[in-house]
T-cell receptor
Framework: DAGITQSPRHKVTETGTPVTLRCHQT?????MYWYRQDPGHGLRLIHY???????DKGEVSDGYSVSRSKTEDFLLTLESATSSQTSVYFC????????????????FGDGTRLSIL | RKEVEQDPGPFNVPEGATVAFNCTYS??????FFWYRQDCRKEPKLLMS???SGNEDGRFTAQLNRASQYISLLIRDSKLSDSATYLC????????????FGAGTRLFVKA
């Protein structure tokens, strides 16, 4: 299995609080992604990174920010969580990807179940 | 029209059956294709890549039809452990590459 660790695995928090999810990889892959998965919507891309300090928005980026200060870590922050952000969040990595000749598949972490009350 | 479409199912089949999933994509400039499997409350896992000439991995066969813009996954001799959701994934060149995930097809294999 690809060396991807997401933390925390589960979190319950209240509306209006900040939340940060962490994705850590040991594969030295250039590309990292954050997705959310909700019933009826499948996987939707929030943000992705194509290198240290290089990030771009996905299709559902409103209310989320990301940072990548090291190759191995990609952080997703909800500045002020809302109930609509209750979801399962997956981090993924790939050797090549978004914006490039994306012939390499993505590999996923175990996911973070986030509930916002 | 969605960029990648799958029949949501569910497909309910007995053990030993052969089952086929289709997935259509809208962009003819699509470059690479994959099938993933996702178990309940788990992460998606790569099942197999789909090559132009078609490819097989044990009981699983994937095919690509570029003219009709669809890919297929055939599972022979279904096992109980094959019960999962199968996601079709397409890498598209839309003036910048992007990966699109289908919503998935649910499969239940019953004894």
């Amino acid at each position: 299995d690809a060396g991807i660790t997401q933390s925390p695995r589960h979190k319950v928090t209240e509306t209006g609080t900040p939340v940060t999810l962490r994705c850590h990889q040991t594969e030295n892959h250039r590309y990292m992604y954050w997705y959310r998965q909700d019933p009826g919507h499948g996987l939707r891309l929030i943000h992705y990174s194509y290198g240290v300090k290089d990030t771009d928005k996905g299709e559902v980026s409103d209310g989320y920010s990301v940072s990548r200060s090291k190759t191995e870590d990609f952080l997703l922050t909800l500045e002020s969580a809302t109930s609509s952000q209750t979801s399962v969040y997956f981090c993924a990595i790939s050797e090549s990807g978004q914006g490039a000749m994306g012939n390499q598949p993505q590999h996923f972490g175990d996911g973070t179940r986030l509930s916002i009350l | 029209r969605k960029e990648v479409e799958q029949d949501p199912g569910p497909f309910n089949v007995p053990e030993g059956a052969t089952v086929a999933f289709n997935c259509t994509y809208s962009n003819s400039a699509s470059q690479s294709f994959f099938w993933y499997r996702q178990d309940c409350r788990k992460e998606p896992k790569l099942l197999m890549s789909v090559y132009s000439s078609g490819n097989e991995d044990g009981r699983f066969t994937a095919q690509l039809n570029r003219a009709s813009q669809y890919i297929s996954l055939l599972i022979r001799d279904s096992k109980l452990s094959d019960s999962a959701t199968y996601l079709c994934v397409v890498n598209m060149d839309t003036g910048g590459f992007k990966t699109i995930f289908g919503a998935g097809t649910r499969l239940f294999v019953k004894a």
